[in-house]
């Protein structure tokens, strides 16, 4: 029996119960099967581990250069799915951090939610000042909140697609199992308790973004992307002032972390 089956039960006997068995399902997200150059990447890493509320964190640092760079994964993500970028980020004279957000990766899986993953990001950057950040997906607005939250200002970003509102987050869900509305503003409920700072039904990009110090921003998204529609990172694109736009084809959402064309891109971008 797939899952909408199961929530189209589940919403007839208790909505209730369906939406707290869904906010189950989004608190711990799926990890996807790890790849031979993402294993290669981690071998060659220097790896350690930082305690983060009830989270040993992994992180990961490649090169010892003097530029530094932040990578920062989506949901579901790992700091790994970036091994085809980071070779081109240290032969072009960066240090290369990242790592595995709470229930990520090789770090502690355990319940978490989208603000708790901002608040590691905010760790990272309170550490260090970087000279490139590097966002994939959920990433993007974990990056931007986090930065709006420490007004951080950073010369270089690079972002590969961004969602432009909360809602979109749980707009998949409720596609994905079928959500009844009731069931719908039951989990947007809880969701709400997650934290104290933000407002999920209104949470946007736009308004994160205003403020923020980027001299260099290059957003990049595949024309067919199947996750996030291309309109989404350009709309989000168009707040920040002198923003490039690179649209690319036959990469999709997950694919342009290793794609050769996004690769030369950033190669391009940092050298």
């Not at 992180?59 to 700091?79: M, N, Q, S, V």
């Not at 240290?90 to 608040?119: L, W």
Request: glycine fraction near 6%; hydrophobic fraction near 40%.
């Amino acid at each position: 029996m797939n899952l909408k089956k199961v929530f189209r039960i589940l919403q007839k006997i208790s909505p209730k119960l369906a939406a707290r068995i869904a906010f189950n399902f989004i608190s711990k997200p799926k990890n996807k099967k790890i790849r031979a150059f993402e294993k290669s990447i981690l071998e060659i890493a220097t790896k350690s581990i930082i305690r983060f509320r009830k989270f040993n964190i992994s992180t990961y640092t490649w090169g010892d250069r003097g530029k530094k760079a932040l990578l920062i994964h989506g949901w579901g993500g790992r700091a790994s799915n970036f091994g085809a970028i980071i070779p081109e980020l240290t032969k072009n004279g960066y240090s290369v951090i990242s790592f595995d957000g709470p229930c990520h990766g090789d770090s502690t899986k355990k319940k978490t939610s989208f603000f708790e993953m901002s608040d590691v990001v905010k760790l990272f950057l309170q550490k260090e000042n970087y000279d490139l950040i590097i966002t994939h997906s959920m990433g993007t607005v974990l990056a931007f909140t986090a930065m709006g939250a420490l007004k951080y200002k950073v010369n270089q970003m690079i972002v590969l697609t961004s969602p432009s509102r909360f809602l979109e987050f749980i707009e998949l869900a409720v596609i994905q199992f079928g959500l009844t509305s009731e069931t719908t503003k039951l989990l947007i409920t809880k969701i709400k308790k997650t934290t104290t700072e933000y407002d999920p039904v209104t949470f946007k990009a736009s308004t994160i973004i205003k403020g923020l110090e980027m001299k260099d921003v290059t957003f990049i998204h595949d024309k067919f992307d199947k996750i996030i529609p291309i309109q989404i990172t350009k709309s989000v694109s168009s707040f920040i002032k002198n923003a490039k736009f690179i649209e690319i084809e036959g990469t999709g959402h997950f694919k342009m972390l290793w794609s050769k064309k996004v690769t030369k891109i950033i190669e391009q971008q940092t050298s």
